[in-house]
Antibody
């Protein structure tokens, strides 16, 4: 069974940093692109970042480019999102998602809440 | 960026057909595939994949759900609608390496 379990969220002050993790199981992690998608309270889904199989290629949404870094450790089957210079508008539930070979997000984690507030 | 436009809400009666539309500002077709996907999200839950590549039913999804379309116009149909289908439905494109979602359509029962 495919499982994606996010961790590392919580309350953080504006301008500070936070690192999210996503532990994957039930599939060969290195065979898939992975991504982070977020959802602000009462809002829609927003793609944040994606990473290739070995991590050599990364892609970012305009709202986080230059502040967030996606990475992965295939030996640990874990995806990361390093978030720097956090802003109040980064407050959201962050989902880890697997990007299937047919280009959709076929599995999602349960999400982790990040609140940016002083 | 490719922008996806959905109507904010739709109300249908139990047992009737619901048709949710998604329009894009750019063609999302590429080499014979339409890179459009549909998700269902219920309150407090993560999104669930329903349809991939415009018309393919995801694993475990009932055949009441179907998708069609190409180019810039896509639809998700639920027929017949059941009470458990009340949720928000999102379309999403993956034509290029900047993935975008529609704003979501909230399906309610009359």
């Amino acid at each position: 069974e495919v499982q994606l379990v996010e961790s590392g969220g919580g309350l953080v002050q504006p301008g500070r940093s936070m690192k999210l993790s996503c532990a994957a199981s039930g599939f060969t992690f290195s065979d898939y692109y992975m991504a982070w998608v977020r959802q602000a309270p009462k809002k829609g889904l927003e793609w944040v970042a994606s990473i290739s199989y070995e991590g050599s290629s990364t892609y970012y949404g305009d709202s986080v480019k230059g502040r967030f870094t996606i990475s992965r450790d295939n030996a640990k089957s874990t995806l990361y999102l390093q978030m720097n210079s956090l802003r109040s508008e980064d407050t959201a539930t962050y989902y880890c998602a697997r990007w299937a070979t047919t280009a959709e997000f076929d599995y999602w984690g349960q999400g982790v809440m990040v609140t940016v507030s002083s | 960026d490719i922008v996806l436009t959905q109507s904010p809400a739709l109300a249908v009666s139990l047992g009737q057909r619901a048709t949710i539309s998604c329009k894009t500002n750019q063609n999302v077709d590429y080499y014979g595939n339409s890179y459009m996907h549909w998700y269902q999200q219920k309150p407090g839950q993560q999104p669930k994949l329903l349809i991939y590549l415009a018309s393919n039913l995801a694993s475990g999804i009932p055949a009441r759900f179907s998708g069609r379309g190409s180019g810039t116009d896509f639809t998700l149909t639920i027929d017949p609608v059941e009470a458990d289908d009340t949720a928000t439905y999102y379309c999403q494109q993956s034509r290029n390496l900047t993935w975008t979602f529609g704003g979501g359509t909230k399906l309610e029962l009359k």
